[in-house]
């Protein structure tokens, strides 16, 4: 099966600083990446996906790059707010196990003041 | 777009006894929903995949007798925790994924608000 490890597990960065986190996957078949944001308590949040045929998405703050040679996808957040403070978790999908996603370990990102 | 709802909330029970947790998909048919259980501080563990019409397919080490899921519709599936105890505290939460051309794209998973379980 899949495994996706994560790292770092806790990030701190100032606000106003950038954050990345990153990801590798084990399946070289995976072709989904989605990024999802948790606060505590609540759903999981998809803030950014990428499929295996793009190297790098953005959305506003928000940018996903892949690097399939490698199995690795990163998360990069930029001019970091108090609120973007949550925990991200990374997944991929791959392709023999229907729409499975496996879910990395986390990273719990504090942006502090 | 994209909603997923879950009930109860959060319940409370008394060990032995069982559990049933909705979840709906409220503004698009779902294929597929994912049952996940999540423990404090950790991710999220899939434990089961549920298809509408069919039975669920269960992870390595989930009790398939243990927690019952009925997909009946495409937008309606149940987990039911039977003989609950109290190992069997956690967070559930479930997600739905829409059906071709449907909103967002085919893998994406959207989850529901979570179903806090305390078996006392």
């Known amino acids: 099966g899949e495994n996706v490890e994560q790292h770092p597990s806790t990030l701190s960065v100032q606000e106003g600083d950038s954050a990345v986190i990153k990801c590798t996957y084990s399946?070289?078949?995976?072709?989904?990446f989605p990024w999802y944001k948790q606060e505590l308590g609540k759903r999981p949040q998809l803030i950014i996906d990428?499929?295996?045929?793009?190297g790098e998405k953005k959305d506003q703050r928000i940018a996903v790059t892949l690097n399939k040679t490698a199995k690795h996808f990163s998360l990069h957040i930029t001019e970091t707010q108090p609120e973007d403070s949550a925990v991200y978790f990374c997944?991929?999908?791959?392709?023999?196990?229907?729409?499975?996603?496996?879910f990395g370990t986390g990273t719990q990102l504090k942006v502090e003041l | 777009g994209a909603v997923v709802s879950q009930h109860p909330s959060w319940v409370i029970c008394k060990s032995g006894t069982s559990v049933k947790i909705e979840c709906r998909s409220l503004d698009f048919q779902a294929t597929t929903m994912f049952w996940y259980r999540q423990f404090p501080k950790q991710s999220l563990m899939l434990m089961a995949t549920?298809?509408?019409?069919?039975?669920?397919?269960?992870e390595q080490g989930v009790e398939k007798d243990k927690f019952l899921i009925n997909h009946a519709s495409l937008t309606l599936s149940t987990l039911t925790v039977t003989s609950a105890h109290p190992e069997d505290s956690s967070f559930y939460i479930c997600?739905?994924?829409?059906?071709?051309?449907?909103?967002?794209?085919?893998?994406?998973?959207?989850f529901g608000p979570g179903t806090r379980l305390l078996v006392l």
């Open positions: 399946d070289s078949a995976s072709n989904y």
């Open positions: 990428i499929r295996s045929n793009v």
């Open positions: 549920s298809n509408e019409g069919s039975k669920a397919t269960y």
């Open positions: 997600s739905a994924t829409p059906v071709s051309g449907g909103a967002g794209m085919v893998e994406t998973q959207y």
């Open positions: 997944a991929a999908r791959f392709t023999g196990g229907g729409n499975k996603l496996t």
